[in-house]
């Protein structure tokens, strides 16, 4: 049995969004609660509750939307404090991390030491910790959340340690009910039950609750290398006033850092290129890296700066002062397998073309269009910027009210407004039984008007009428006019607009 | 003698099928070579400029060229591109790459894709200045990508040898409160430089009711005048037509 030690900081989520320890803070995810300060838990605040009781029991409550990024972004500096003490570290999730105690124990003079140790180092980097060791991550956990401040359970005494606690620690809430139902309320009481009578009942994840309840370990720990910084950086002094200098030293520190990612093995999925102004600006963009040359990174930074010194004159422009290469998303380098009959050449091809748009308009300014589902012409579009993934939305399924015929030539992003009047001039409106005031006699869009030769309508589309923020209500009509153009034209409050061009 | 095989050889050369870009195949009986140039202008102008976008969009897109690496389109400053409708012509729309709002820097867009793309549909946001010009139609040769150009400023192009324009535009399907649009029917025209003397015209369905495009056979064709020197179908006169007996082929 391995002994582990857990340091455990409370309330990761809530801390990682910059909430104060001390306030009654919140953060939500899909409207619920996913977790609290202890001020909010004081006043009745629980994960999991719907925000509205939330605030209802904790009207003062700060509420924030969850940010997993921030979570492991900042649980870095809790992971580097305690790989001060021992180097291999395996964050369980951000707020949990873990690391073999029997080693450090010995070491730091027994298992307590070793556990205010880590402790005080964690706290000494300025957040809160619990920390605990036990056998098994499981019970060092629970170890650590228990008590004040955690503690040390003794070698084959988790069992005995995890006995009175509910089954809720489990974190299998269907489990917990039928076992509450079966009459088990503890640990204790589930760990009694035969191992093959629960594996025959609960099946393979029943298993392994009762192997936690026992205080045997489900899988050994898989402690990882902290990562090592391996971006590259080059300063400038004086400032680099033209850009051939910044792009001729980009390619001495892409080399470098082409090195570095080498002694280890590894790959880098994208590449960050931030650089530096006298002005005090700094220049940053991700570039798809995938096995570029150096040659290649290069010329990449030359489009960055391009891009710069075109936006602005030159005044503003003021040298660069330093260059960074930071490697972003590294991942093991398993090789690239090329394909056979240049079809390389070609995706490269668009892909160094879209990237000089990108260098000039940004991520967003070259898209590629997605067919999804929708109802109008505009929504069955979704424009992606090139190297982003494309979503994966249910486009073949029935969408009743679709408008169908031939797809309309021209979809205005913004649909202009325009006026549809009857033969005595006034607006058309549509009833809420969609009955339609009068027949359209004329169309008055930009000023002109045309009159209408023909016309069909209402198509109602009354969509995400669930979701007061999102719900739209509208009629569609199709009309032709006299100078040969049609149009599909819809009516929302009482408003025309042009939706769509049949050019 | 020399000049004569000379001309003969130029001849030959002039009928030869060149490579051509293509288009979809009812566009074809309307430009010349039955596809377009590569590098070429090709001005869109009046109403159904869109369409005729979307068309010549489809037509390159709808192939991925010989080895599938081919067949990219770029559409610059054209915000209401309706890809819907152009992957209704055939168009893939995996193939397209949009740029809806290229401001003051679409001349270095232009520059950009016309290296990588075949087709590039623009809609220049000002008139376009005669050093932007000259670069643009310099790249576009260099690289054998056509430029289609749309909008207000289409005209002011200097150096476009082909027009398309739509005529008799007229919708299908709408009643007086009633129907939906099916099609519309258009005589579809090709003027200028690449199409000498009146242009070719042709009559399609812009879009059918499936979305594509095709030829409307139901109105036919104005009778042509055939010139009265000579019978239509030549025949070398003295020698029977040649025949061919069954039982020589060994099939009876």
């Known amino acids: 049995m391995t002994r582990v030690l857990v340091a455990w900081c409370p309330d990761w989520p809530v801390t990682a969004v910059g909430i104060d320890a001390a306030a009654a803070g919140a953060v939500v995810a899909q409207g619920r609660i996913a977790a609290c300060s202890a001020a909010a838990r004081a006043a009745g605040v629980r994960r999991g509750q719907r925000l509205r009781d939330a605030q209802r029991r ?23 404090a305690v790989a001060e003490l021992t180097p291999r570290v395996e964050v369980v999730r951000p707020g949990l991390c873990a690391i073999a105690a029997r080693g450090p124990a010995r070491f730091y003079g027994g298992e307590e030491a070793l556990r205010v140790l880590v402790q005080d180092a964690v706290v000494e980097a300025g957040h809160d910790c619990g920390s605990g060791v036990a056998d098994g991550l499981f019970a060092a956990e629970l170890a650590a959340r228990s008590g004040d401040g955690g503690v040390v359970v003794p070698e084959g005494g988790a069992a005995a340690f995890l006995a009175p606690y509910p089954l809720s620690v489990l974190d299998r809430p269907e489990l917990a009910d039928l076992l509450r139902r079966l009459g088990i309320r503890t640990l204790g009481d589930f760990a009694a039950l035969p191992s093959g009578h629960v594996a025959g009942r609960f099946g393979p994840d029943g298993a392994l609750a009762h192997r936690l309840a026992r205080g045997e370990e489900p899988r050994p720990l898989a402690p990882v290398r902290g990562a090592v910084d391996l971006s590259v950086r080059g300063d400038f002094d004086p400032p680099a006033e033209q850009a051939e200098r910044v792009v001729f030293a980009a390619k001495r520190l892409a080399v470098e850092l082409h090195e570095g990612l080498a002694a280890g093995g590894l790959a880098c999925v994208r590449l960050e290129v931030a650089a530096g102004f006298a002005d005090g600006q700094v220049l940053r963009r991700l570039w798809r890296h995938e096995g570029l040359s150096a040659l290649a990174v290069a010329e990449r930074v030359r489009w960055q700066l391009s891009a710069r010194q075109g936006a602005g004159d030159e005044a503003v422009w003021g040298g660069v002062t330093w260059l960074e290469l930071a490697p972003d998303q590294i991942v093991p380098d398993a090789g690239r397998q090329e394909s056979l009959w240049g079809r390389t050449a070609v995706t490269d091809r668009i892909a160094r073309a879209a990237d000089r748009v990108q260098a000039l308009l940004g991520h967003r ?61 006034a607006t058309v409106v549509v009833s809420a039984r969609c009955e339609v005031s009068a027949p359209p006699a004329a169309l008055v869009l930009r000023g002109r008007r045309a009159a209408v030769t023909g016309w069909t309508g209402p198509w109602p589309a009354d969509e995400r009428w669930w979701d007061a923020d999102a719900a739209r209500r509208r009629a569609r009509f199709q009309v032709t006019t006299d100078d040969g153009a049609a149009y599909l034209l819809a009516v929302e409050g009482g408003r025309w607009h042009v939706e769509a061009v049949y050019d | 003698m020399p000049e004569a095989a000379l001309r003969e050889l130029s001849a030959v050369l002039d009928s030869a099928p060149r490579e051509t870009v293509p288009v979809l195949p009812a566009l074809r009986p309307v430009l010349p070579g039955g596809g377009l140039r590569p590098g070429s202008v090709v001005g869109l102008g009046g109403l159904g400029a869109a369409s005729l976008g979307l068309a010549l969009v489809a037509g390159v ?46 001349p270095d867009v232009v520059a950009a894709l016309a290296e990588a793309v075949e087709l590039i549909l623009l809609c ?5 200045g005669a050093a932007a010009v000259r670069r643009l139609s310099a790249l576009a040769r260099k690289h054998g990508c056509v430029l289609a150009l749309t909008g207000a400023f289409a005209r002011d192009w200097p150096g476009t040898r082909l027009r398309l324009r739509l005529d008799e535009a007229a919708w299908d399907g709408l009643g007086d409160g009633h129907g939906r649009l099916t099609g519309r029917r258009v005589q579809v025209t090709a003027e200028g430089r690449d199409a000498p003397g009146a242009g070719r015209s042709a009559r399609l369905w812009l879009p059918a009711a499936d979305g594509t495009v095709r ?38």
């Not at chain 1, 982003?388 to 408008?403: C, I, T, Y």
């Open chain 1, 58 to 80: 904790c009207p003062d409550l700060v509420v924030r939307d969850r940010e997993p990024d921030a979570e492991g972004r900042l649980f870095e500096e809790v992971v580097a």
């Open chain 1, 365 to 425: 300014g070259i898209t590629r269009p997605v067919l999804v589902g929708g109802r109008g012409p505009g929504e069955r579009i979704v424009r992606v910027p090139v190297g982003d993934l494309a979503p994966s939305g249910p486009a073949e399924e029935p969408w009743p009210g679709r408008v169908t015929g031939p797809a309309p030539a021209v979809v205005p992003g913004a649909p202009p407004s325009a006026e549809l009047v009857d033969a005595s001039g």
């Open chain 2, 61 to 106: 897109s709808r192939h991925g060229g010989t080895d599938g690496t081919g067949g990219w389109c770029g559409v610059v400053g054209v915000p209401g591109f309706g890809v819907l409708a152009a992957a209704g012509m055939g168009a893939s729309p995996e193939r397209l790459l949009l740029v809806d709002a290229p401001g003051d820097r679409w």
């Open chain 2, 124 to 128: 220049p946001p000002e008139r376009p």
């Open chain 2, 215 to 252: 030829p409307d056979e139901t109105v036919r064709r104005p009778l042509e005048l055939v010139s009265a020197g000579g019978p239509v179908h030549p025949r070398p006169s003295g020698v029977p037509p040649l025949v061919r007996v069954a039982e020589e082929e060994g099939i009876a």
